[in-house]
Nanobody, 118 residues
Framework: EVQLVESGGGLVQPGGSLRLSCAASGFTFSAYPMSWYRQAPGKERELVARISITGTGRSPVYAGSVKGRFTISRDNAKNTVYLQMNTLKPDDTAVYYC?????????WGQGTQVTVSA
């Protein structure tokens, strides 16, 4: 059974930092690009960051609104993808989802809430 389990969300003040983790199981993690999406209330789900499989030489992709503040990374030995979020803003408030796409498959985690508020 494929599982993507996000953790690390919470309440943080503007300007603060959080690190999200997504633990994957049930598939060959290292063979899949991994992505973080987010969905704010009343808005569509949007791509936040995507990281390619290791060894392709491709740089991660970021949404313009988070470029320079967020960093996606992966640890294939731990089957985990991370999202380091710095200088958080109230507009970053959303449910953050981990996802894996490839080989005709599409998997999503259950999401973790991030709230940026004073």
């Amino acid at each position: 059974e494929v599982q993507l389990v996000e953790s690390g969300g919470g309440l943080v003040q503007p300007g603060g930092s959080l690190r999200l983790s997504c633990a994957a199981s049930g598939f060959t993690f290292s063979a899949y690009p991994m992505s973080w999406y987010r969905q704010a209330p009343g808005k569509e789900r949007e791509l936040v960051a995507r990281i390619s499989i290791t060894g392709t030489g491709r740089s991660p992709v970021y949404a313009g609104s988070v470029k320079g503040r967020f960093t996606i990374s992966r640890d294939n030995a731990k089957n985990t993808v991370y999202l380091q979020m710095n200088t958080l803003k109230p507009d970053d408030t959303a449910v953050y989802y981990c996802s894996a796409f490839g080989f005709g498959n599409e998997w999503w985690g259950q999401g973790t809430q991030v709230t940026v508020s004073a």
